[in-house]
């Protein structure tokens, strides 16, 4: 099912809603048969720019944000390893799509080039980007609960309801914290963790959580802290948590592929918030 803002926009001239898929982050028309209208490269990468100066927009809606650092990146090159990122020390409220930077994984004079990326954001999302070109966008942040989360000495995401067990298998855990993030070590160690995971909780840090595109990737990081709220709050009550077995636990998290859908939905319903009150993250 389309999001309302798409289906409100009526049918192509074929008598279709002119969607292909929702991909890179983005509602994509398809070419019609008869004239070369199809989205070029240039357009993919400003809509990707658009969605991803969203998310960074979004976060800040919902308290995700810290200061001026933590860091979002989308790759735009099938390999993943051409990507975008925000710049350094810019807060996320200020964001626009033209102020992502253009950075290549492989460029070993990124970081002394006369705008560099945060060293800890190159470290994470460059390793990443090279070795998981699966892991189209990234959403590394502290926010608040997952944090938390984080910094149990046992942070596993243990299933006590269906936000909790929506996670149940996708999440690798690093527990080997060696302080800021910032060498070629550090991130080779955390992209091994990630594995295949979609979600990384790293300990004594907080989370990165993947996707094929940014409205997916904002709804895992958006359930991610609502079920981290869960059972932070169910470990302040002192009571014995009700877990799950493994058995409905991973029932319950395949049912949740059946609703794969909402997190476009989701998406674009916060871009027409963000559009009534601030659309300057579009610029």
């Not at 898929?21 to 993919?44: E, H, P």
């Not at 859908?261 to 989701?266: K, Q, W, Y």
Request: hydrophobic share 40%; with cysteine; charged share 25%.
């Amino acid at each position: 099912m389309l999001p309302a803002s798409v289906l409100a926009r009526g049918p192509c001239a074929d008598g279709s809603f002119g969607i292909e898929r929702y991909r890179l982050g983005f509602w994509r028309r398809t070419r019609v048969q008869n004239a070369s209208t199809g989205i070029g490269t240039d357009s993919a990468e400003r809509e990707l720019r658009v969605d991803l100066a969203a998310a960074f927009r979004l976060a800040v809606e919902f308290d995700w944000h810290e200061s001026v650092g933590n860091h979002f990146s989308a790759a735009v090159s099938e390999d993943g390893r051409r990507f975008l990122m925000n710049p350094r020390w810019k807060h996320f409220s200020q964001i626009c799509a033209s102020d992502l930077l253009l950075l290549d994984a492989d460029d070993p004079e990124v970081m002394d080039g006369p705008n560099p990326p945060d060293p800890s954001a190159w470290c994470i999302h460059g390793s990443i980007h090279r070795s998981r070109p699966s892991a189209r966008v990234l959403l590394h942040c502290h926010p608040p609960y997952a944090t938390a989360l984080a910094g149990l000495k046992d942070p596993t995401m243990k299933p006590i309801d269906q936000n909790t067990a929506r996670f149940f298998g996708m999440v690798g855990v690093d527990l080997g914290f060696g302080g800021i993030a910032d060498d070629a070590a550090e991130g080779a160690r955390l992209a091994e963790a990630l594995g295949n995971h979609p979600i990384l909780l790293m300990g004594n840090h907080g989370v990165t959580v993947t996707a094929e595109t940014v409205a997916e990737a904002f709804e895992h990081l958006y359930f991610f802290e609502r079920a981290s709220k869960t059972l932070m709050l169910a470990y302040a009550s002192g009571q014995p948590l009700n877990v799950m077995s493994d058995r409905i636990a991973e029932k319950t998290a395949q049912d949740w592929l059946e609703y794969k859908g909402m997190a476009f939905a989701h998406f674009e319903a916060l871009k027409d918030m963000l559009d009534s009150k601030d659309p300057s993250y579009r610029n």
